[in-house]
């Protein structure tokens, strides 16, 4: 099951305490409301600091694990957590914002996922709601045409990580040893989309649609992650 090992390490592999608060400065500027449902969670970093600030938040991820790592920090009382296919809604409510952060947005392998996820959004935005996201940009499948290594410890683990590009897909490989030699071996696959394309699937469900690369800038520029700020039109 993926993250079913990896949730116990993926903070001290990710965490970014500064990208954190680039995400909620970022969120507070475009959503309007306080009604936030947080898809594909994770272990709950942006969630938990949304709802410290004043929002409401449903956070949902398809991984109990990662679900139960978020559920072990501070202030987590203050979300309401829900394991939920992010292409398969489960409310019956309508929200201000819906996220769907951190490259999440890459896990779904298909078009048909997309296009989905982008409908389910819309039916459960409120009047000019907003849907956020981000995803790898093109330039990441160059990144990692020659694979990259790490390897590492953390508490009694030692852990090895590849990324390599196999054609539009960004293979992540983990391997984590614990200290009688054993292995857990885990497998993340996320397909990388052509910009353009997602942008068409948006404006086909009559969104408004800005995109900005890595917090920073216009449009669609070299970088690692692209921004979609996608506004539900009245």
Request: aromatic share 12%; with cysteine; net charge negative.
């Amino acid at each position: 099951m993926m993250y079913g090992t990896l949730a116990q390490f993926y903070d001290a592999l990710v965490k970014d305490e500064e990208a954190t608060q680039a995400w909620v400065a970022l969120i507070e500027e475009y959503v309007n409301g306080k009604e936030v449902l947080e898809l594909a969670c994770g272990s709950g970093e942006i969630t938990i600091a949304l709802a410290k600030d004043g929002y409401h938040v449903t956070g949902t991820d398809i991984s109990t694990e990662m679900l139960q790592a978020a559920k072990k920090k501070k202030d987590h009382d203050l979300v309401d957590w829900k394991v939920m296919d992010m292409c398969d809604f489960q409310v019956d409510v309508s929200y201000d914002g819906i996220l769907c952060l951190c490259d999440s947005f890459n896990y779904l392998l298909k078009k048909e996922q997309v296009q989905k996820l982008f409908t389910q959004v819309k039916s459960h935005l409120t009047k000019d709601g907003v849907f956020i996201m981000d995803m790898h940009s093109m330039d990441r499948l160059l990144e990692f045409a020659e694979e990259y290594n790490e390897a590492g410890r953390i508490d009694h683990h030692e852990y090895q990580w590849t990324i390599q590009t196999i054609e539009d897909c960004i293979y992540q490989n983990f391997a984590f040893y614990d200290e009688a030699g054993r292995v857990s071996l885990e497998q993340h696959i996320q397909r990388v989309y052509d910009p353009m394309w997602v942008k068409e699937q948006l404006e086909a469900l009559d969104f408004d649609v800005k995109i900005i690369t890595d917090f920073t800038f216009d449009g669609i520029q070299e970088g690692e992650k692209l921004f979609y700020i996608c506004r539900k039109k009245s």
